[in-house]
């Protein structure tokens, strides 16, 4: 059974980080690339960062750049998202997602494209 848990989100000010964590069982890690996204009240599901299934390489969304990183350890099963210098219009849920396939451009990681999803966690940013 293919879970995907997210964890670490909460409630800060703005300026604040937190450290996002994901933990994946049930399938074979180190064979998907993963992604973090977004969504706010009233708004679609956004990309905010993607890393390939080595930790290698790494991709963000332009409001994610300079901010966030995403990592991973395949020791753990886990990928990370370090959120720092928050902003209100970061207050979302978040959620992970997993891609099979190791040869595909993370570039083009996107809501309809994974294959599993966590359940998300609340981020909530206040001003």
């Known amino acids: 059974q293919v879970q995907l848990v997210e964890s670490g989100g909460g409630l800060v000010q703005a300026g604040d980080s937190l450290r996002l964590s994901c933990a994946a069982s049930?399938?074979?890690?180190?064979?998907?690339?993963m992604g973090w996204f977004r969504q706010a009240p009233g708004k679609e599901r956004e990309f905010v960062a993607a890393?390939?299934?080595?930790?290698?390489?790494?991709y963000y969304a332009d409001s994610a750049k300079g901010r966030f990183t995403i990592s991973r350890d395949n020791a753990k099963n886990t990928v990370y998202l370090q959120m720092n210098s928050l902003k209100p219009e970061d207050t979302a849920v978040y959620y992970c997602?997993?891609?099979?396939?190791?040869?595909?451009?993370?570039?083009?990681?996107?809501?309809?494209?994974?294959?599993?999803w966590g359940k998300g966690t609340l981020v909530t940013v206040s001003s």
């Open positions: 997602a997993a891609r099979l396939g190791r040869m595909q451009s993370i570039t083009t990681i996107k809501p309809n494209g994974m294959n599993y």
């Open positions: 890393i390939n299934w080595s930790g290698a390489n790494t």
């Open positions: 049930g399938y074979t890690f180190s064979n998907y690339a």
